[in-house]
T-cell receptor, first 114, second 109 residues
Framework: SAVISQKPSRDICQRGTSLTIQCQVD?????MFWYRQQPGQSLTLIAT?????????ESGFVIDKFPISRPNLTFSTLTVSNMSPEDSSIYLC???????????FGQGTRLTVV | GQNIDQPTEMTATEGAIVQINCTYQ??????LFWYQQHAGEAPTFLSY??LDGLEEKGRFSSFLSRSKGYSYLLLKELQMKDSASYLC??????????WGAGTKLIIKP
């Protein structure tokens, strides 16, 4: 298993500002994933955070809006930049230990932009 | 495109049995996962199927038919705490997880 500490757990932010979400894993993992989950909907992958290289973004998500850092194999951050109310959502980090194993999730960050 | 379908919402009675179905169309298949997600919380892993057949884990069982692109999650002896959303997810040929929209299960006394 993997234990992931994600913070903050929730925040209320003003539009136009930025928020950085942190995820710390209790052991080294190759890939970390960042998801967004809007109310009543399923998980949408934002990007895959690779250690030592730029993150790989999914269609509809760009680095300028969601910059990601991955300084080592146990830590990653996701920044939501220049926020608008449409960015209000739950953001989740996740890790996969191996290709045929389950994904583990941080506790999630509930973001409200006002 | 890749697609996973599951019912939006189901209702069942405490103590009963409920089956949540999931059908998928993905580019490749490297396993199917079921997760439970309580409101406001992160998903937690329930089961994993990569071969055809039934996997049983306590009150929960999961079935897979790869030829039919079909899985179900069976919950027995339902308890009120089982009220949650149940997410079906498939790993595609790139080992990327493709998620269904989730089934909200409502348990009534």
């Amino acid at each position: 298993s993997a234990v992931i500490s994600q913070k903050p757990s929730r925040d209320i932010c003003q539009r136009g500002t930025s928020l950085t979400i942190q995820c710390q894993v209790d052991s080294q993992v190759t890939m970390m994933f960042w998801y967004r989950q809007q109310p009543g909907q399923s998980l949408t992958l934002i990007a895959t955070a690779n250690q030592g290289s730029e993150a790989t973004y999914e269609s509809g998500f760009v680095i300028d809006k969601f910059p990601i850092s991955r300084p080592n194999l146990t830590f990653s951050t996701l920044t939501v930049s220049n926020m608008s109310p449409e960015d209000s959502s739950i953001y989740l980090c996740s890790v996969d230990r191996a290709e045929n194993t389950e994904a583990f999730f941080g506790q999630g960050t509930r973001l409200t932009v006002v | 495109g890749q697609n996973i379908d599951q019912p939006t919402e189901m209702t069942a009675t405490e103590g009963a049995i409920v089956q949540i179905n999931c059908t998928y169309q993905t580019s490749g298949f490297n396993g199917l996962f079921w997760y439970q997600q309580h409101a406001g919380e992160a998903p937690t892993f329930l089961s994993y199927n990569v071969l055809d057949g039934l996997e049983e884990k306590g009150r929960f069982s999961s079935f897979l038919s790869r030829s039919k692109g079909y899985s179900y999650l069976l919950l027995k002896e339902l308890q009120m705490k089982d009220s949650a959303s149940y997410l079906c997810a498939v790993k595609d040929s790139n080992y990327q997880l493709i998620w269904g929209a989730g089934t909200k299960l409502i348990i009534k006394p």
